[in-house]
């Protein structure tokens, strides 16, 4: 009997252990994330510095990105 609840005990640990060890590993994942949309972040904002109309400067960097194209198909 005490052998079988001695066991009992050890699967117990085991699958806390396994368990801690998950949560433990995801927090890490979450942190990298963040952290790396953080760094994107500032990437953003330094190229938006002085900028007062944001939604003109993405109309602008949207035309400039279509330009092209958009003049291929006008002219022919």
């Known amino acids: 009997m005490q052998t ?3 066991l009992q005990d050890t699967d117990n640990m085991k699958i806390i252990e ?4 998950v949560i433990t590993v995801a927090r890490f994942r979450d942190k ?4 790396k ?7 953003i904002r330094k190229k938006t510095r002085g900028v007062t109309g944001l939604t003109e400067e993405i109309r602008k960097w949207r035309d400039l990105r279509h ?4 003049l291929y198909f006008c002219h022919r």
């Open 67 to 70: 330009a092209p194209s958009s």
């Open 32 to 35: 990298t994330r963040i952290k």
């Open 18 to 21: 396994k368990r801690f060890e």
């Open 37 to 43: 949309a953080m760094k994107i972040q500032d990437e």
């Open 4 to 6: 079988k609840e001695r």
